[in-house]
């Protein structure tokens, strides 16, 4: 690209990874390199979706969340524009087309069009996704501000919310509304909690969690309808019906029924398009590098039968906003080096493949974590199979070790080949669950005793396993932030969460990692002899 000639990018979406992409660009906007335009269909810049529970049962406020200031952006040269939606790409003459009947100009486009919430097929609902906004009062995905807002009001005043769905954003949204003080029903089909994540022990012992946190748990239960009654001079929902006749009453129903990736502008320009925008591992949309996909409407398949990252024939879009960010920064910087003033010299590696994903939950009073293979059984060790690259021998059996403490709410199942883990499943212990997850990553063999990860939760922690961490090893999983960084931050004088997350963005998504950087402050100031301060 000449460098009298800046290159023009238009984004469509404005979520938190178009706000990391955004973020990644500035320095060569202000360079007048780049020519930036961006498009939300919200009213309001980005901010953070995976806190939009934590909003709703008034944990956090909309200030606290933003990530992004649509002034601020203007004032450095971006064009913003709030509240209005693409309709339809122009392919051959590189025009964006808006709701508004305006037309856009890129050379370079990228679609950062998220996710929208399943709305299952219930009598009452309409299953139509793109027109989600036309659910009925009493009804809220927890999407937006908006349905946080409507969760709040019945949190506020210690309604009934129903849940339906067991997936773990229904599960995270239910745990923190019975902790303020709602009263919480979840509604699920299968037969335990979190079936995608949780073998049946993991599952019946965190049902058992849920229980005792005050949460009525309806499992194995298919819902048929939705019911509504007069209120406030409109019909607002009441009840939610099940097949086998029975109606659940409530003042909220909060669906947590899964996301499916937004396509629909992709699919209608002609794009190749599967579970999600269908990429490469440059995440080019199409052949000639033009039009690019990130985040949750991202589906990474280059098509290659022989290319291992793309062998799984079921694999969706990520779904978690850490591989959407880690996009956004690799792309930011692939368009930064063709936008140059002397262009690429070199092309980029392909973006890296993102390591198997590991599921936490996150809530005060329950703890689980679970990777890999969690369908093993005990006795199962002697299946003898190639194992995935890089985790243990090639031929050694798989073996199963299992141990719970149903009275304590307590479980632990490890999968390992070779003495490397390949699956856990721990509840309701969380620094086993922390060291499980370490070793995991890491690909590291686990000790030959594996009780002796338990006594990580015992009141005497055993040595050397619950030492500091390498200060490599991430402490924040969606920005890789690691344990060194935030260390350091807080021995240079941040010494509150909010400091740290603005030094090192640990903390900055999906709000798991928050407290451990809690106790690194806290460890610090004490040992420091400054008393506290982590608020």
């Not at 022989?306 to 990520?318: E, V």
């Not at 260390?487 to 999906?510: F, K, L, M």
Request: net charge negative.
């Amino acid at each position: 690209m000449n460098s009298e000639t800046p290159e023009r990018i238009a984004v469509v979406g404005f979520g938190p990874v178009a706000a990391r992409f955004i973020d990644e660009l500035l320095p060569t906007v202000r360079s007048g390199h780049i020519q930036l335009t961006v498009i939300g269909a919200e009213a309001v810049p980005a901010y953070n979706r995976v806190l939009v529970a934590d909003l709703g049962v008034g944990r956090t406020t909309p200030e606290a969340i933003e990530l992004a200031d649509a002034d601020d952006l203007r004032a450095e040269g971006v064009k913003v524009l709030l509240g209005r939606t693409a309709r339809r790409i122009d392919r051959p003459r590189q025009m964006l087309e808006l709701d508004d009947g305006t037309r856009e100009p890129y050379d370079r486009l990228v679609l950062a069009t998220g996710a929208g919430a399943i709305v299952p097929t219930l009598t009452g609902l309409n299953p139509d996704p793109a027109a989600i906004h036309l659910l009925p009062p009493g009804v809220t995905a927890l999407r937006d501000l908006g349905d946080a807002a409507r969760l709040r009001h019945t949190v506020d005043r210690g309604g009934h919310v129903i849940v339906l769905g067991g997936g773990i954003l229904g599960i995270e949204a239910a745990l923190a509304a019975a902790e303020e003080g709602a009263c919480v029903t979840v509604v699920h089909n299968g037969d335990r909690p979190l079936a995608r994540n949780l073998d049946r022990g993991g599952g019946r012992t965190l049902a058992r969690a849920l229980r005792s946190a005050g949460i009525d748990l309806v499992s194995g239960a298919r819902s048929t309808g939705v019911c509504f009654a007069p209120q406030a001079g409109r019909h607002h929902f009441n009840a939610l019906e099940l097949a086998d006749g029975r109606r659940i009453s409530g003042d909220l129903l909060l669906l947590s029924c899964g996301v499916r990736p937004r396509t629909g502008l992709a699919a209608g320009s002609g794009l190749p398009v599967g579970r999600g925008i269908v990429v490469n591992h440059r995440l080019e949309a199409d052949t000639d590098g033009t039009i690019f996909a990130i985040g949750d409407c991202a589906e990474v398949h280059c098509g290659d039968p022989a290319c291992r990252d793309c062998a799984d024939p079921g694999a969706r879009p990520a779904g978690l906003i850490g591989p959407g960010w880690r996009q956004a920064e690799w792309l930011a910087h692939h368009l930064v080096r063709q936008a140059g003033p002397l262009g690429a010299s070199a092309p980029m590696p392909d973006l890296a493949a993102e390591k198997p994903a590991v599921m936490l939950l996150k809530a005060r009073n329950v703890d689980m974590a679970s990777a890999g293979t969690i369908d093993a059984e005990l006795w199962d060790d002697d299946e003898v199979v190639p194992c995935t690259a890089g985790r243990g021998g090639t031929t050694a059996p798989r073996q199963v070790a299992q141990w719970a403490d149903p009275e304590h709410g307590r479980y632990v199942k490890m999968v390992t080949r070779g003495g490397v883990l390949e699956g856990l499943v721990c509840v309701g212990m969380p620094r086993t669950a922390a060291e499980l997850v370490l070793l995991y990553e890491r690909g590291s063999e686990l000790p030959a005793d594996r009780t002796a990860l338990f006594r990580l939760d015992a009141v005497e922690q055993l040595p050397g396993l619950s030492g500091p961490a390498d200060p490599a090893s991430p402490l924040c999983r969606c920005t890789g932030a690691t344990h060194g960084q935030v260390r350091e931050a807080v021995a240079g004088g941040c010494h509150s969460v909010g400091a740290i997350s603005d030094a090192t963005r640990a903390g900055t998504g999906c709000g798991g990692c928050r407290s451990r950087i809690a106790e690194l402050i806290e460890s610090h100031l004490q040992s420091a002899g400054a008393g506290t301060g982590t608020s």
